[in-house]
């Protein structure tokens, strides 16, 4: 049987046995990590950095990349236009846009009157055709304006035509805005239907 003093000494022995096993295995520990350290070569930073979004490769293409689409422009419109005219005002609205800036004979039409078409577009302001006020023009058109100005009238018979037909008659009415007259206001302008025939043929139908 051990005494007191024997058994103080064999736990103090056991405890140094333990404390010289951990620090051997420590010591082995941090070699291994100072073997591992000396391998990989060392990086300046780390921390992991964010993906950055390549764009489409064009070197080998040697081209510029394409603009970004230009966002369509919303008409401006006073007073209250019927649901299916303000439909088709929208529709050809777009169309137009398109043609004035995809047609360099279309934006032409309007340089040569010292005008930009597609500013005319986004001043324009399109109202629905009073029934006393504008019931000539609505019987035999459908929309009107004054030259020079940007108020647009759109009569009922505009929500019955097609979008082409109808970015027809809205570049038609930009071109009054820009300074063009026409007959019989004008003597020296040309008609209704010529109007529209030259737009026709500059812009496309």
């Known amino acids: 049987m051990l005494t007191t003093q024997q058994t103080t000494h064999a736990r103090d022995d056991r405890g140094a046995g333990w404390r010289v096993c951990a620090l051997v295995v420590a010591g082995s520990l941090l070699a291994d990590a100072a073997a591992t350290q000396a391998a990989t070569p060392e990086r300046p930073n780390s921390r992991p950095q964010p993906a950055i979004a390549a764009g489409p490769d064009l070197r080998d293409r ?3 990349p394409e603009p970004a689409a230009v966002r369509p422009v919303e008409p401006l419109v006073s007073g209250n236009l019927r649901d299916p005219v303000w439909r088709k005002l929208r529709m050809a609205f777009a169309t137009a ?3 004035v800036r995809g047609e360099p004979a279309c934006a032409a039409m309007f340089t040569d009157l010292g005008a930009d078409a ?25 929309a009107g304006t004054a030259l020079g ?3 647009i009238v759109l009569c009922p018979a505009f929500a019955t035509v097609s979008v082409n037909d109808a970015a027809t008659v809205l570049i038609h009415e930009m071109l009054h805005h820009a300074g063009m007259g026409e007959k019989p206001v004008d003597p020296g302008g040309l008609t209704p239907e010529e109007i529209n025939r030259l737009v026709q ?5």
């Open 62 to 64: 040697g081209a510029d």
């Open 97 to 99: 846009q398109k043609r």
């Open 118 to 142: 597609f500013q005319l577009l986004t001043k324009a302001r399109f109202a629905p055709a009073a029934t006393e006020t504008n019931r000539e023009v609505c019987e035999r058109a459908t």
């Open 149 to 151: 100005s940007h108020q």
């Open 201 to 205: 043929a500059r812009c496309g139908r």
